[in-house]
């Protein structure tokens, strides 16, 4: 046990140091990326802290059960908000409530108090042993309180991305959902990992600590260095934008059949002229090639099966890419790609297949069968 905890305590020290001191040598972080990640240091500090006294204590190898649970609950929960805190910040770009902010201190503030209450009294129902299972019930409910909010902002997020270009952007923001439900896993399994004294349950449960916190920080760092933060601003201001300068009798409006017929004729001179094939345009680009107003536009893609932008315009790719594999079979997957706006031959046959439940070559071969 002693060798896993001073394992995790070097390992959380070389995250924090990354994150405090290697991260801003290697890119000029924006202000609300930059406050995150001090927030994330913050909480791997303490995670550093507690996984050492853990090893130098031993409570766990002397078999002070209360000793070590007292101790995971004293640096879990606000290490923990913390972290959560990080990532709601980011993904809030700083736009926090004050209550949002207090939370996390008024609930560790209580679950002190009740602490140690439990280790004064200790008789009758308010002893240590219950009051550790309260605080940890409300360190559970915590952690899940920020996760439901995470969640919310990530899905806010990626409908922005999906309205605003013309491709998926799910490869650069993936990490937001796979951090969460490790964050998730964490809060479910943290009140029996923490009072279960078994070993394999407490070395698993450290494990996952420890890949979520890895997994957290080192995909926080790819984020940060990456153009990533600002192509999701870039959405995001958009979003804001459009509805801030859209009347409510502009929206009220929007479905007229007037507005309906402008908007089809528009579409049907646009893809005359091929506007959707273009690589990386984005919905800003393509109102201005059509000459509408943007509003219209997003309306009608809305009425559709489609809903947002970006998958409205990898279905009229996919098409097109279909009606290249049928007329030309002489084409490669790649000349294609780059022939409906597709910006990779990976990225054209993932999409093919999802859309079609085939690859191009198969569909190719089926299309040649029924032909002949």
């Known amino acids: 046990m002693g060798e896993y905890q001073f394992s995790a305590t070097l390992l959380m020290a070389l995250l924090t140091l990354s994150l405090a001191f290697v ?24 995670l550093t802290v507690h996984f050492y006294l853990q090893y130098r204590l031993g409570f766990r190898t002397a078999g002070n059960v209360d000793g070590s649970v007292f101790l995971n609950l004293l640096f879990f929960l606000p290490a923990s908000w913390l972290i959560n805190l990080s990532m709601l910040y980011l993904l809030r770009k700083g736009n926090l409530q004050l209550w949002e902010w207090l939370t996390g201190p008024i609930v560790y503030g209580v679950s002190l108090a009740i ?42 997020i990626k409908r922005a991305l999906d309205k605003f270009y013309d491709h998926s952007m799910q490869d650069r923001i993936r990490w937001f959902g796979i951090s969460l439900t490790f964050l998730a896993l964490v809060a479910l399994s943290s009140p029996i990992s923490i009072f279960y004294n078994r070993r394999f349950v407490l070395i698993g449960y450290g494990i996952i600590i420890i890949v979520c916190i890895f997994y957290y920080v080192l995909s926080f760092i790819c984020f940060s260095v990456s153009e990533s933060t600002y192509l999701i601003s ?11 300068v859209l009347p409510e009798s502009v929206n009220k409006n929007a479905n007229s059949n007037n507005n309906n017929q402008r908007v089809e004729q528009a579409i049907t001179k646009w893809l005359e002229k091929r506007g959707h094939l273009k690589t990386g ?4 680009d393509a109102v201005e090639e059509m000459q509408i107003p943007r509003y219209l536009l997003v309306q009608w893609i809305k009425n559709t099966e489609f809903e947002v932008f970006s998958r409205w315009i990898t279905h009229l790719r996919v098409e097109e890419a279909k009606r290249l594999l049928t007329a030309h079979s002489e084409y490669s997957n790649e000349a294609i790609a780059h022939e409906c706006g597709f910006s990779s031959r990976s990225y054209f046959q993932k999409i093919f297949r999802e859309q079609t439940g085939m690859t191009p070559v198969e569909y190719q071969t089926k299309k040649t069968r029924a032909s002949s």
Request: charged share 25%.
């Open 23 to 46: 991260l801003p040598r290697k890119v000029g972080l924006g202000g609300d990326v930059n406050r995150s990640r001090w927030l994330l240091a913050t909480g791997s500090l303490l």
């Open 281 to 284: 345009i984005t919905i800003q």
């Open 234 to 244: 870039i959405a995001e201001e958009e979003e804001e934008n459009e509805a801030i």
């Open 115 to 156: 602490l140690i209450a439990g280790k004064l009294w200790d008789s009758g129902w308010m002893t240590l042993k219950n009051a550790e299972y309260v605080v940890s019930t409300i360190y559970g409910i915590t952690l899940l309180f920020y996760n439901v909010q995470e969640f919310f902002e990530f899905r806010r």
